[in-house]
């Protein structure tokens, strides 16, 4: 991986971890196109660039973040969920993550869903809603969505969004939720992942690699501030029904480029 591949990949990162289409499926497809090969050090990076992204979310929201002791509560209720099924289910999940089929089919089954249910959430639109509304169960229920998410492909933001809108929450607020959510979960991701980096591999990182990993969290923070702003105000005047085309034409393009063999050597990991 050199600086050029590092920027793509953290504008991509920046890009698609909030918006409701699978950051995972475009950094599969964003390694292939650039021939980046699968090591340790790539895997850490697609996650450790996370940092960069949820920090977007701090500044933007930093009014909340200074808020009640309930909000952090919420999002401690919802969080948990991933943790206890991560442990559990650990193995299969690792498994899961080596299958590029499966991320294009979770792409191509949460674009249909996404269609099917743009009645549904036309109707929440017209929720008045705020993040006081999550109620401690409700924020349950959005966290056990969040494990669906733990298959690659689904995507978080897709799936803690759809919770939030099964809880009675507005788009716009399941969306804001979403945004806090990935706040605790992805820093989580991002500590083990370099944990596991230093420890596996048995050496610390060179000061090439630190760069590269400076460079892709500025960039990573600073196009997802971009891209919350304008997710939220594309959200309120034309719904999810485009972002279920998306991810259809998406996972359709992984299965062609897969049966033509351009993810020969490119692995999923931990993106």
């Known amino acids: 991986m050199n600086l050029i591949h590092a920027l793509i990949l953290a504008i991509i990162e920046g890009i698609t971890e909030f918006l409701p289409v699978s950051s995972t499926g475009h950094m599969i497809i964003g390694s292939a196109f ?13 996650v450790a660039i996370q940092f960069g ?90 966290g056990l969505f969040q494990v669906i998410a ?10 803690t969004i759809l919770g939030g809108l099964t809880q009675g929450l507005s788009p716009t607020t399941a969306a804001e939720f979403s945004f806090f959510l990935a706040v605790p979960t992805m820093f989580a991701a991002t500590v083990k992942s370099l944990y596991d980096f230093v420890k596996h591999e048995g050496v610390t990182f060179s000061s090439d690699q630190l760069l590269l990993l400076f460079v892709g969290n500025v960039v990573a923070f600073l196009v997802a501030m971009l891209a919350i702003r304008s997710f939220i105000q594309f959200l309120t005047r034309h719904g999810f029904k485009v972002f279920g085309y998306y991810r259809i034409g998406v996972g359709v393009l992984i299965l062609i ?15």
Do not use: C
């Open 257 to 271: 480029l897969w049966a033509l063999g351009y993810f020969e050597g490119v692995e999923v990991g931990n993106f």
């Open 53 to 142: 992204a949820i920090l977007s979310v701090v500044v933007l929201y930093w009014r909340r973040f200074l808020q009640n002791f309930q909000f952090y509560l919420r999002l401690l209720v919802a969080f948990m969920p991933a943790v206890v099924f991560g442990l559990l289910f650990k193995h299969s999940i690792d498994a899961l993550l080596e299958n590029i089929e499966v991320v294009a089919l979770a792409l191509i089954a949460g674009g249909i869903l996404f269609l099917f249910l743009d009645g549904y959430f036309e109707r929440q639109s017209k929720r008045n809603t705020s993040i006081d509304d999550v109620s401690l169960p409700k924020a349950l229920n959005i």
């Open 34 to 46: 650039m021939g980046i090969a699968s090591d340790p050090f790539v895997k850490v990076f697609t």
């Open 150 to 159: 733990m298959v690659p492909g689904v995507s978080r933001s897709a799936a």
